[in-house]
Each structure stands twice: as C-alpha cells, then as structure tokens.
C-alpha cells in the first residue's frame, strides 16, 4: 500500500482491526509411577499372603493442558486495526510468542511477554489488510515444550479512511522562541480526544504546555512560557492505528525532533512608530518604523514569525484590493520581508516610505524600515520568532496566522479535546 508523505507524495499503507476471546491450545499427557507401602516388619505369612494379593496400583496424575486465550479469535477476519493483541496462558507458561503480519508489507508485531510467561501483550496497534501468524512456544504442567499457532486476518482501509500526519518544526530545524509544535491530517479528525492522546512532547523532560485544536485537520501544542533557548524538543504522534472517528484511522506512527535557537523578540509600537528588538534578553537596536494608515491599520498582539523571504513580490489584490482602487499597489521585489499573519502582514525593507519611517504610518498594514535594518534583522531571526505589537485598536484575529501566543495560556488550553 502507499503512504503520503509531508510534502505531498503518497507514502499511505493500510491499516488494522478488533477483538473477541479465544481458546489457543491443548496440551500433552505423560504417566508417572505408583508408590509402595513400606513392609520391612510383616511376617513371612503375611508377606506371602500379600504376595498372593498385591495392592492396586494408585492412578497416575493427568498432564494439563496448555490454554492460551486471546482477545481475537483464531481465523477471525475484519479484525480493527485499533485492536491491541493480548494473549493469556492458564495452566502452564508463555515461553516465547512471535507474530507476524503479511500484507502489502510484512510487518513483526512487537510485545511485551510477562516475567512469569503468564500473559503477553502487543506494544502497537494493528496494519490493514495483513494476515496475522501469532507463533507460541508454551511449557505444560509436566515441563514439556509445546508449540502452537494460530491466525487471523485484519480489516482493508482505503485511503480516505487513514489520516497521516505532517509535524512543524521539520526534522532538525532551528526555530524561534514562539514556534508552536502544528500537527496537520490529511483526513478530517472527528475523535479529537482519542488522537490527542496520543500525542507527546518532552524537551528533555515534560513540557508545561497545551494542545489546541484550530480545525478538525490541525491542532497546535506551546508550552506555557516561550521556549528556552538551546533546548532540544520532541514531538511524537503516536497515531498509527488508532479510531480517529467517522470510520477513520491514524495511517502511522511520526516523530520529529527539532532544535530551539537564540531568543529574539522584536516589539513595536506602532505611535511611538519604533522597533525594539532583543535578543536573548537584551536590547540589540531600536529600528525606525512605519506601520498602517487609516483604514489600513497594523493589528496589535503576539505574532510569529511563519515565512522568510529574501525578496518578496506584494500585489495588493491578494488582500482584496482591487486594480482600478487608488490604494491599490504591486511591488515586484519587496527586500527582507517577513510574514506575521495569513491576511498579508510582513515586516520588510520599504526604501519608498524612509520619510515616514520613524515619524508617520503610511503603509496597507505591514510594518516597513529601511533596507539597511530589515537587512540585519532578516540575518537575525527564524521561523518561530516573536514579533510583539501594541497601539492598534485593531486587533489580531485567533487562527490569522501562528496566534498561538495571543491568548492567556488558560484560555488557550480550552481548545483540547482533553480539556
């Protein structure tokens, strides 16, 4: 089966099913000998007429059989993938269980065998459209080894009916302070509680932090304050398998880790029209700018760095200006320009306003500076950064880009499905 892949290609394969109780197997029988009475002190006629009369001899102890049940049923078909294999052995031990699926691909299913070999219990969920061989190795009552060997098939699923997941930051990025951890599906998402748990995130260690669902095909984790600078995270998403509602499944397992660089904080006050920009705690320039006009006024609130560009083309029609409109603009290579909100906010080099820089808004709400400053603060920021802006009535709208930081963090961790 094929499997899409973050950027697009088909990376799907298929995935499994649920359960019932079944009986696995029989034992083996053996026979052991009889005891004798102890006679040393009977007399010569009783011996012979014990002779003549031997005792019956005591009936020899059954061997046990070994019975191992499990949740699914022996040539059982349509099993969910959701489904966890657990087997129990009743008089005599699991020594050693082996299971294997085949399918488009043939997959060894890992478990975890009890000390005492009383039980074993799969430590993944199951793959779709495989015929599953569940292998035993078992020891009965008397210590003999038996072997048995049952199986069972697993229900189909089409693509539509598995959701993959794509994770922001990408493997070994270096992000900002504010980059929330994004977890995308390509399948709609209706069991949010049951996949939010199954996501984690630790940075050497567990994270104070939350979930918040923006839509059913992507949610957002942050912790409660900034990251730390220098600090390793990893995010797992440990989905494959799992009923994420409406007849859909987590399509795999995916784990990313990801690096969080120095802290930069950029804070602008759009009446005081400058730019303060700190990085790891300390001011390091106060940048003239120029920020919305009239009508076109810079949202206040915590954004977040989303994209960088080195150069940038601005056709003011994207934002829902039109051609014949006198405010109407487009500008072939904007310099350093870096986005903050999906509706079209940037931070840029703007060498037409240097008038205004300093003194007056005049841009359609992105925040200008002269070439020489987007030049340096371009060399000093990454995805994820923070930008901070206050003096607008005009506030930043929840979801218009990473707005992440935007609310209070209790109000914030009312968007989990958990919560």
Not at 181 to 192: E, H, L, N, S, T
């Amino acid at each position: 089966m094929s499997v899409r892949g973050p950027l697009g290609a088909d990376l799907r394969r298929p995935v499994l099913v649920t359960a019932s109780l079944v009986v696995l197997g029989m034992g083996t029988a053996a026979c052991s000998g009889a005891q004798g009475a102890d006679r040393s002190d009977a007399s010569p006629a009783a011996e012979s007429s014990s002779a003549e009369s031997p005792e019956a001899p005591s009936k020899p102890p059954k061997t046990k059989p070994v019975r191992v049940n499990s949740n699914i049923a022996s040539g059982a078909t349509a099993v969910p993938v959701d489904t966890v294999l657990k087997l129990t052995a009743d008089s005599g031990a699991l020594d050693k269980v082996s299971v294997v699926g085949r399918g488009e691909e043939d997959v060894r299913l890992p478990g975890t065998l009890a000390a005492d070999g009383s039980s074993w219990q799969a430590t993944e969920r199951l793959e779709p459209g495989s015929t599953y061989a569940v292998n035993m190795v078992t020891t009965n009552s008397d210590g003999d080894a038996v072997k048995k060997r049952r199986t069972f098939e697993t229900a189909p699923l089409t693509l539509d009916q598995q959701t993959y997941p794509n994770i922001s930051p990408l493997q070994d990025e270096t992000v900002g302070v504010g980059m929330p951890i994004i977890i995308g599906f390509d399948v709609p998402v209706k069991d949010k509680a049951s996949i939010e748990r199954h996501l984690s995130v630790r940075a050497s260690g567990p994270v104070d932090g939350a979930w918040r669902w923006y839509s059913d095909t992507e949610v957002h984790f942050r912790p409660r304050t900034y990251w730390r600078p220098g600090a390793t995270v990893t995010v797992k998403a440990d989905i494959n398998g799992v009923d994420a509602g409406n007849g859909v499944y987590g399509q795999m397992d995916r784990e990313v880790s990801f690096a969080v660089g120095k802290s930069v904080i950029s804070k602008i006050d759009i009446k005081k029209h400058r730019m303060q920009v700190y990085v790891n705690g300390s001011l390091a320039r106060t940048i003239a700018v120029t920020t919305g006009k009239k009508g076109f006024e810079t949202r206040s609130g915590t954004k977040v760095i989303i994209e960088k560009f080195a150069k940038k083309r601005m056709d003011a029609a994207t934002t829902g200006v039109s051609e014949d409109d006198p405010e109407y603009y487009d500008i072939e290579d904007v310099p350093y320009a870096l986005r903050v909100t999906y509706s079209g906010e940037f931070v840029h080099g703007a060498p037409w306003s240097a008038g205004a820089q300093g003194n007056a808004n005049v841009s359609h709400g992105c925040v200008g500076m002269s070439v020489s400053d987007a030049r340096w603060l371009y060399g000093q920021t990454r995805r994820g950064d923070v930008v901070e802006v206050k003096g607008s009535k005009r506030h930043l709208e929840d979801g218009n880009g990473w707005t992440d930081w935007d609310l209070p963090f209790w109000e914030y961790r009312q968007g989990s499905a958990l919560s």
